[in-house]
């Protein structure tokens, strides 16, 4: 038995059936179904053997191998079996996207549905289970981090109540075996530790994986170059993996049987440049890497104008795509659009655009979603609802901009901004109200992901027969909210139906 434990709750200890997208259910709030369903649906249990799972999460998987190849005995144990190996634990690891549920999605549907979503409820469910209660009567330290560490200085009130001694927030190869061993050896461990830019780890300093990670995700870099202010990723150093730390990876997961992967990085397109134009030849190289491990892939994040700035440089998008689609008809990516207003992009993200301006921000989306519809690239598009900068008319060329998306096949999905301060109380979700304007582009953004998700359905689960046999529960799902949506009068079939008049300047009551 191991002297450490990595583990997380369910909504992370899943593969999600092998559909990364599917994860984004669990941020959802359980409704219209019983909760177990929810589970089954987008949070379904991990295969494991012995209570090992088969695939643990990336930054899990990181975190194991920097304290294996330090030579402490750890362990990734699933969630469901930690009876079995806290017994002898000293230490336990814990990591989370999105611990109390403040992450965009998260909090998007709490706050409109006024109650939590099941990644917060399934966490809290975790802490209270009783081989961690009793873990922790026998003094078992506890450690906690990953990309929503920092979500405890919000929850104070929780870190004292489950006994978690230690909190990083910020990538933690350079701490985490330091931290590990003053807990085993019974010394006094910091409440909270933050780090910075200036204790990013090197290449070297960041161990290989040694297990699967959930659906095959490797990183290939670190960091991004354009600086959104809303966006904590900005603060990290810009690190580009080679070939041979990713391939590394890939065999790892190969050996343990995943064919099909994500390549990771805020933005997969810009993977060995430093100047806003992607460098097709090193993409092709990094592709044609991959593909000799996986038979399907998929990228985790890409930007509209690295898209577009590779494709009218020299095709980069139709190259690329070609040989991703050599086993497979599409694949996906998550892409931040954020707003519709030049104005408001220029002053939260003056470098999304680039290479191209910001004052052309609106085009350059349109544009670039023809290049992907084209090629084959299905995007989850992501807008932020609600920032202290916002005003009504952004929100209305935000609105107009989802108009000419209309037939665009993706989902775009708005992400309110919660202030931090809300976070504080117990019941945040509560708290947010939306302005008629802001009403209107949830509308209309719910009636495109109804109109567009049903068609992009049936190609995501076409794949595998598994999977196939899954798909009417999913289109059950939709279906279920069309008709509430529909009921509520929260569903357009045109655009035109909006209450904004021709001019779109104002709302019509
Ligand atoms: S482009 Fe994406 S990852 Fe990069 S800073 Fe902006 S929001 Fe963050």
């Known amino acids: 038995m191991a002297e450490v434990v990595i583990t997380t709750d369910r909504t992370m200890m899943s593969n999600h059936h092998g559909k990364e997208f599917l994860g984004f259910g669990a941020t959802g709030v359980p409704v219209l179904f019983p909760e177990r369903f ?12 012995n209570g090992i799972p088969w695939e643990a999460s990336y930054g899990i998987r990181k975190i194991e191998a920097k304290l294996v190849d330090s030579g ?3 362990l990734v144990v699933d969630p469901d079996y930690l009876d079995r190996y806290l017994k002898d634990a000293k230490v336990l690891l814990l990591s989370h996207h999105d611990y109390f549920g403040f992450g ?23 802490m209270e289970s009783e081989p961690i209660r009793k873990a922790k009567e026998r003094g078992i330290k506890i450690i906690a981090g990953g990309p929503s560490a920092w979500q405890w200085n919000y929850r104070k009130d929780l870190k004292e109540k489950w006994g978690v001694d230690t909190v990083v927030d910020g990538e933690g190869e350079r701490i985490v075996v330091d931290l590990v061993k003053k807990a085993l050896n019974n010394e006094p461990l910091p409440d909270f530790v933050v780090m910075n830019n200036r204790d990013a780890p090197t290449l070297e300093e960041i161990s290989e994986i040694k297990h699967a990670s959930v659906n095959g995700l490797v990183e290939i870099m670190r960091g991004c170059i354009r600086g959104c ?3 904590s990723v900005t603060l990290r150093a810009l690190r580009f993996y080679p070939y041979e730390k990713i391939e590394k990876e890939l065999q790892v997961n190969y050996r343990e049987g995943v064919r099909s992967g994500i390549l990771h990085a805020e933005d997969v397109p810009l993977y060995g440049s430093t100047d806003y134009i992607p460098r097709t030849d090193k993409l092709i190289k990094l592709h044609e890497i991959t593909k000799k491990y996986y038979k399907t892939m998929a990228w985790s994040h ?11 440089n020299d095709k980069m998008l139709t190259k690329v795509g070609e040989i991703i689609k050599r086993d497979q008809d599409w ?9 519709g207003s030049p104005r408001l992009a220029e002053i939260i993200m003056p470098n999304k655009a680039k290479p191209f301006e910001t004052k052309n921000w609106p085009d350059v989306v349109v544009e670039a979603a023809g290049v992907m519809q084209d090629v084959g690239l299905i995007p989850a598009m992501t807008l932020i609802v609600g920032l202290p900068e916002e005003t009504e008319d952004d929100v209305i060329k935000t609105i107009e901009l989802v108009e000419r998306l209309w037939d665009f096949k993706a989902i775009v999905m708005p992400m309110f901004f919660v202030p931090m301060g809300t976070l504080k109380n117990k019941d945040w979700y509560k708290a947010y109200e939306l302005t008629e304007t802001q009403q209107e582009l949830l509308k209309l953004c719910l009636s495109h992901g109804v109109r567009q998700g049903k068609m992009i359905l049936r190609n995501y689960f076409k794949e595998h027969v598994y999977l196939y046999t899954l798909y009417p529960f999913y289109y059950t799902f939709i279906k279920a ?22 001019s779109k300047s104002q709302i019509v009551s």
């Open 38 to 49: 929810w589970y089954w649906l987008f949070a379904p249990k991990m295969k494991t053997k």
């Open 72 to 74: 402490i005995d750890t």
């Open 104 to 126: 965009p999605p998260s909090s998007t549907f709490a706050s409109i549905f006024k109650t939590e979503p099941l990644n917060a409820r399934s966490f809290a469910k975790l």
């Open 229 to 231: 202010k809303f966006c």
């Open 302 to 312: 890409a930007s509209l104008a690295a898209i577009l700035a590779g494709e009218k």
């Open 331 to 339: 694949w996906g990516a998550e892409i931040g659009i954020e707003t």
């Open 481 to 502: 909210i069309e008709r509430t949506a529909k009921k509520k009068g929260y569903l357009i079939d045109d655009p035109s139906e909006l209450k904004i008049n021709s």
